[in-house]
């Protein structure tokens, strides 16, 4: 009874957010930031987190802001959205932007560290 429904809602939510990723990338700045704002508000889903971070590059300062932030308060572990913050905070000119960078990179946990060998359990 409940796996074609729920299969229903899942399809319609991928097909939602396949709509709000195409709305970040074209369209008016005002538009872009509302579909900016609807994929961080899902941050468990790992395609939000590869749409925020690819506008890193974005040409409008506003746009690069609010990613950051995002997915600063995203909280993901992904390696490469740290990286991809990294690389944008070495290039960006914009002051607004680089302090969204740079509070971004400061929320993100760290990725965890190898255990030193005596430290790893023993079998």
């Known amino acids: ?10 399809t319609a939510y991928e097909k939602r957010r396949n709509d709000t990723i195409a709305l970040l990338k074209a369209g008016d700045v005002r538009k872009r930031l509302l579909a ?3 994929l961080a508000a899902v941050p468990a889903d790992p395609k939000n987190v590869v749409a925020l971070r690819d506008v890193l590059g974005d040409p409008k ?4 802001s609010a990613a950051a932030n995002a997915l600063g308060a995203s909280g993901t572990r992904d390696a ?23 509070g ?17 359990p023993r079998k």
């Open 1 to 10: 009874g409940w796996k074609v429904p729920a299969e229903k809602s899942f």
């Open 36 to 38: 900016l704002a609807a």
């Open 61 to 64: 300062p506003e746009i690069r």
């Open 80 to 102: 490469s959205v740290r990286k991809a913050l990294q690389a944008q905070l070495e290039t960006e000119a914009d002051a607004a932007t680089k302090k969204a960078l740079r």
């Open 104 to 120: 971004a990179l400061a929320k993100l946990p760290l990725p965890p560290q190898p255990m030193a060998p005596d430290m790893a």
